[in-house]
């Protein structure tokens, strides 16, 4: 059974930095894309970005591109989500997802999701 913990949020002054850790377990995640989502009550999961973890190839959305940064760690089965110059707006719920083969951006593509780290940027 697939199972992703995330970790790593907090609380953080804007222009500041965090690293998410999402840890992956119950499968052999070669042959997968994993993806970083955001909430905020009363807003859609936003796409944050992804990454094949094969290939290590990366894709982000704008808001977060040039800021965030993503990357996995094979030995550990761990895929982490670098934030730097953090933003007010960056307040959420960050979730880390597993899907089969290419990247997905929209969050009913991906079959597997962590319960979520909060994330609060204070301006």
């Known amino acids: ?37 955001r909430q905020t009550p009363g807003k859609e999961r936003e796409f944050v970005g992804t990454i094949n973890w094969s290939r290590g190839n990366t894709y982000y ?12 760690d094979n030995a550990k ?5 670098q934030m730097n110059s953090l933003k007010p707006e960056d307040t959420a719920m960050y979730y880390c997802a597993a899907k089969r083969a290419a990247w997905g951006l929209t969050s009913l593509s991906y079959d ?3 319960q979520g780290t909060q994330v609060t940027v204070s301006s």
């Open 1 to 37: 059974q697939v199972q992703l913990v995330e970790s790593g949020g907090g609380l953080v002054q804007a222009g500041g930095s965090l690293r998410l850790s999402c840890a992956a377990s119950g499968r052999t995640f070669s042959s997968y894309a994993m993806g970083w989502f």
């Open 61 to 72: 959305a704008d808001s977060v591109k040039g800021r965030f940064t993503i990357s996995r």
């Open 77 to 81: 089965n761990t895929v982490y989500l």
């Open 112 to 114: 597997y999701w962590g």
